[in-house]
Structures are given as structure tokens and as C-alpha cells.
């Protein structure tokens, strides 16, 4: 990945600058200088004050958040917005029920790999997709590692044997974990990183050869997207620093060793554009004005799941799954 450009001298800039490297004029993929802004927009939930830019990449399609948070910013939408507003409003939008009812289906969906000795689940958070996932995985041992102390939780509940908190491509961490898997997945997990490029060749490195990687992530070129623009979900600034279209994820992949084996655009899909859209247009405003918005944001669900059968099997699709192995020696 092409290098960022030096934080410069903070002595001058605005409070809100201070959580921002400078602007750059190349893509963060491929290098080319043909961006094109898609939205400015601000955090709905009010969580970080300022404006967040994200740019396309005119060559190879790469969103991305332009100027990015530096760490000191990432550190906050990662933590206090986590614990808080972002599950109060995740709740809002998809239910307990709906999110287990997703980890299982995809968990059933996975059951086609070879039954694995040991899972890594990257992002895991409080380790719900493991706890589904070994209803069809029953003699795999599920490790879970999340960038927060959420991941302790999931280990004292039981859903997963080992906790690591931090990140996959961190110091230290890559080399703790090498070799050590059978499976890594990583569900809406790659937009959050600052290097997509080094989470991958850390996830490959722990992977044994022949292991199977599966990522699931929005799709930037989702119909929705346009529709919706800043109301989309799935942009999730301040959060979500990168969006990769598929061929550039399964480009990247097969650079680094691996066959891609299965590129699902269907299943991964999530009913919540519209009743998510209609959420975050009232996300700050004054509890009178979210309590009236409440039937418009239920019959937006309504309307969500009707058409999601066929959204699904269209460019409207709002996520996919790659599922690759990591070549023998």
C-alpha cells in the first residue's frame, strides 16, 4: 500500500484537524491520483465532532475515508462509541434475534469447508458468530480477537477458548499466532482497519497451508449507495475507513497465494438500507422528533425485508463474502 503522507506540524490546526492525517491526492490501493469525493458527511450519532470525506478511487474503484483518522481518533469511535451509541443504534436498526439468525445462517452456509481443528475469528466482539457457528462446527476449537476488552467477555461467557484483544496485523501479534489455524473470518471487519492489505497477509501468516479465509464486507458499489448517499449505513463515518469492491479483494488474494473459491454477493446481503437510513436522518435529533419517526422507520423495515429476496440477487446486494484457500506448500 502506497505510504500516507507525514502528519505535518499540529501547532495551527483545529481541534478537529488534530484527529486527521493531511489529505491525500493518491489512491491508498492502487496509487493513482484520479479521486473523486462521493460524500461529506458528519457523525450522525454526534460522537466526533467535523466533517469525514470519503473519496473513490476513478482507477480501481477503492473507497476510502480522505483525510483519515489518525490512531488517537480511531481510539475513540473503537471505544466509548462501540460500548455506547453504536449498539443502542445497531439495536434500533437489527434485532438480537435478527443478528443470531444471520450468524447462524452463515455459519450452516461455512459448514461446507472442511471441518477445521481451529477457527480465529477476527473482530469477533463479544463472540456471537462463534457461539452459532458451533451448533455445525462441534469438534472446532473457536479463538476469537477484537481490537476492544469485548473479546474478554466472550471468552468468561464461554464462546470462545482464547481471547486476544488487539489487532491481527499488530506488534507482536502475527508472530503469536502463526501457523496456529485452520479457518480465519473476518465479518465487517477490514473497513475498520487503517491497512486492509497488511490485516490480510497477517491473517494469511496464521493461517496453516491449505487454511480457508473468509471475509465478509460491504459492497461500495451496492445500488443502495447511490440511493441513499451519506443515509447509507454502511459508509459508517467516522468508522469505516475503507470499502473494497470485490475484484480488488479477490485480486489482492490471489497476489498473496490463495484461490478464491467462492465470491457470494446474495447471502451476506443485510435488510436494513432503508429503516437504516431513515434512523440515521433522525440520529440527533431531540427524542419528540425520533419517537415520530418511529412508524416511518418501521414500515422502512417492512419494505426492507419485502424486497430483500430480490435485492439480494441484484446490484442492490449491500455486502459479499469471499471465501479463499491459502495455497500448499
Not at 480511531?74 to 451509541?85: K, M
Not at 434485532?95 to 461446507?112: G, P
Not at 473482530?123 to 458451533?134: K, L, Q, S, V
Not at 451476506?268 to 440527533?284: E, I, M, Q
Amino acid at each position: 500500500m502506497p505510504p500516507s503522507p507525514p502528519i505535518t506540524d499540529t501547532a495551527s490546526r483545529s481541534a478537529t484537524d488534530l484527529f486527521h492525517e493531511p489529505r491525500r491526492e493518491d489512491c491508498p490501493w492502487c496509487g493513482a491520483r484520479t479521486l473523486r469525493t462521493r460524500l461529506r458527511t458528519t457523525d450522525p450519532t454526534g460522537h466526533l465532532p467535523g466533517t469525514f470525506t470519503v473519496d473513490e478511487c476513478r482507477g480501481c474503484g477503492h473507497v476510502f475515508q480522505n483525510p483519515r483518522l489518525v490512531t488517537e481518533g480511531l481510539a475513540l469511535p473503537h471505544g466509548d462509541f462501540y460500548a455506547g451509541h453504536l449498539e443502542d443504534f445497531a439495536a434500533r436498526v437489527l434485532s438480537a434475534r435478527a443478528v443470531r439468525r444471520r450468524h447462524r445462517a452463515t455459519a450452516h452456509k461455512l459448514s461446507e469447508l472442511p471441518e477445521p481443528e481451529s477457527w480465529l475469528d477476527v473482530g469477533t466482539g463479544y463472540g456471537h458468530f462463534p457461539e452459532a457457528a458451533r451448533e455445525f462446527f462441534v469438534y472446532t476449537s473457536f479463538d476469537g480477537l477484537d481490537p476492544s476488552p469485548r473479546v474478554l467477555e466472550a471468552r468468561a461467557a464461554g464462546r470462545v477458548e482464547e481471547a486476544h484483544v488487539g489487532r491481527l496485523a499488530g506488534p507482536g501479534m502475527t508472530t503469536r499466532l502463526r501457523g496456529r489455524y485452520d479457518v480465519v473470518s473476518m465479518f465487517h471487519h477490514l473497513q475498520h482497519m487503517p491497512d486492509p492489505r497488511a490485516e490480510l497477509r497477517a491473517a494469511l501468516a496464521v493461517l496453516r497451508p491449505g487454511g480457508h479465509l473468509v471475509v465478509e464486507v460491504p459492497d461500495p458499489r451496492s445500488g443502495f449507495a447511490a440511493l441513499l448517499g451519506r443515509r447509507w449505513l454502511p459508509y459508517g463515518q467516522p468508522r469505516h475507513l475503507h470499502l473494497l469492491p470485490v475484484a480488488n479483494l479477490c485480486a489482492e488474494l490471489e497476489c498473496l497465494g490463495c484461490r478464491v473459491l467462492v465470491v457470494d454477493r446474495a447471502a451476506p446481503h443485510v435488510p436494513y438500507d432503508l429503516s437504516a437510513a431513515v434512523s440515521l436522518a433522525v440520529a440527533g435529533a431531540p427524542l419528540a422528533v425520533r419517537a415520530a419517526a418511529a412508524p416511518f422507520a418501521t414500515a422502512a423495515s417492512v419494505l426492507d425485508r419485502a424486497v430483500s429476496p430480490l435485492a439480494r440477487h441484484t446490484p442492490l446486494s449491500n455486502a459479499y463474502r469471499v471465501v479463499a484457500r491459502k495455497n500448499p506448500r
